[in-house]
């Protein structure tokens, strides 16, 4: 069993920079492909990024790619989401999300998630 708690979301301007924060319990979670999907208001929830276990292997979502930056921690539990380059179509609640298999994640059907936390980006 994982349990996610996100942090770090809030306001900002245009062009501004977030740093979102996932912390995970359960002793396995260095076992976990772990990821960030966000969710606008009125659609559907959608793929951020995703990092294997090792931190070795990153995918980003082409509307983020070269934006965001996903990494982990193994030691603290810990998986983060840089945010920079923030436009006002990246306003959603962010949510952590963890599986056991890359693939799974990536197609939007991970194990665990998180409550969320909202970004809001002003124009």
Partial sequence: QVQLVESGGGLVQAGGS?????????RTFSSYTMGWFRQAPGKEREFVAA?????????????????????RDNAKNT???????????????????ADG???????GYPDYWGQGTQVTVSS
């Fill in 18 to 26: 977030l740093r979102l924060s996932c912390v995970a319990s359960g």
């Fill in 51 to 71: 990092i294997r276990w090792s931190g070795g292997n990153t995918y980003y979502a082409d509307s983020v790619n070269g934006r965001f930056t996903i990494s």
């Fill in 79 to 97: 998986v983060a989401l840089q945010m920079n380059s923030l436009k006002p179509e990246d306003t959603a609640i962010y949510y952590c999300a």
């Fill in 101 to 107: 298999t890359w693939r799974d994640l990536i197609d």
